[in-house]
């Protein structure tokens, strides 16, 4: 099997650069792109970190597999991109350096902006080869998200596998235009959106999260036999479904207080936090206006009108 003009052999494990651009200094920017091979044909997984370059769990998650070989499997290609967006992550930014967003960006083209062609090369060089992939994400700025997988709802196969990755919820979310993940769908593959924890921020039980599902998925799979490391689907507390969703929006501009976590069941009428001026003369409480989980928390202390507070799903 051919990448990025290297022959990669059964049972073989290599890391290639994807060789795309450099700084402006003329140093180079090489993304490593580390492939393994099973002694046996089989399908091909894509486990993708850091197409934003601050969302650090997501880099972590694979990085975390990539150092416990469990990317090497015994049927099939493993492709592992611990870290696409070396530019953001060199920053500690979202963005390229041309302030794009690599994410709204494919399928690229070679002759658009930097954050464009990035696009273009993980889609005409390394995406022909894929199955499936896993794309793991975390909230941006201080908003929180708990472990989730996010799935177009109508694909059967996806829920199949989404359920199998067993995240404690699942998400019914049509991906936007221009994204990875609507591309890849587009192309007939099998997408798995992860998303947990926030940038800028390791967190071991996100990243557990991350590095288990991935193993359930590949064991499902037949890449190679995790059995004595699968999660046991436990039938009391399956994922949750989340079938709809909405934001929680501040009407005021303030100090911010959340009552509640990510990952929390609520009720209709619940305390949902509060948001104040600075000096004690004003303060305002907010509540649930139906039952639903909380997918996302804003752990910002201070907050200005409109501002994305809490997502609340619903089955």
Not at 244 to 262: D, E, F, L, P
Request: net charge positive.
């Amino acid at each position: 099997m051919i990448f990025l003009h290297h022959k990669v052999g059964l049972g073989e494990t290599v890391q290639i650069n994807l060789d795309i651009a450099r700084l402006t200094t003329r140093a180079k920017i090489q993304v490593p792109v580390i492939i393994s091979r099973g002694k046996e044909e089989g399908p091909c997984i894509l486990l993708i970190g850091g197409i934003h370059g601050d969302e650090t769990n997501g880099i972590e998650i694979v990085r975390q597999i990539v150092a416990s070989d469990y990317h090497k499997p015994n049927k099939g290609t493993v492709i592992c991109i611990p870290l696409l967006n070396i530019f953001g992550f060199l920053n500690q930014t979202r963005e390229f350096p041309d302030g794009r967003d690599l994410n709204r960006m494919f399928p690229g083209s070679n002759t658009g902006s930097l954050a464009s062609r990035f696009a273009y090369e993980l889609m005409k060089k390394i995406i022909p080869k894929v199955d499936y992939c896993i794309d793991y994400h975390t909230g941006g700025a201080q908003r929180f998200n708990y472990s989730q997988i996010r799935i177009n709802g109508t694909d059967e196969e996806s829920l199949k596998l989404a359920k199998i990755f067993d995240a404690p919820y699942i998400v019914f979310s049509k991906s936007k235009e221009k994204t990875f993940r609507n591309t890849m769908v587009g192309l007939g593959k099998k997408v798995l959106l992860f998303e947990g924890g926030k940038s800028l921020n390791l967190d071991r039980n996100v990243t557990k999260t991350g590095v288990q599902g991935a193993l359930n998925v590949m064991h499902y799979l037949g890449f190679r036999d995790f059995s004595t490391k699968i999660s046991k689907p436990n039938k009391e507390n399956p994922p949750v479904i989340i079938k709809t969703s909405k934001w929680i929006r501040a009407k005021h501009s303030g100090m911010y207080r959340s009552y509640v976590s990510a990952g929390q069941k609520v009720e209709k009428g619940i305390k949902l936090g509060s948001i104040s001026d600075p000096f004690g003369m004003y303060e305002k409480v907010f509540k649930s206006t139906q039952d639903g989980f909380i997918l996302n928390s804003n752990h910002s202390p201070v907050v200005i009108q409109g501002d994305a507070l809490i997502h609340i799903g619903f089955q």
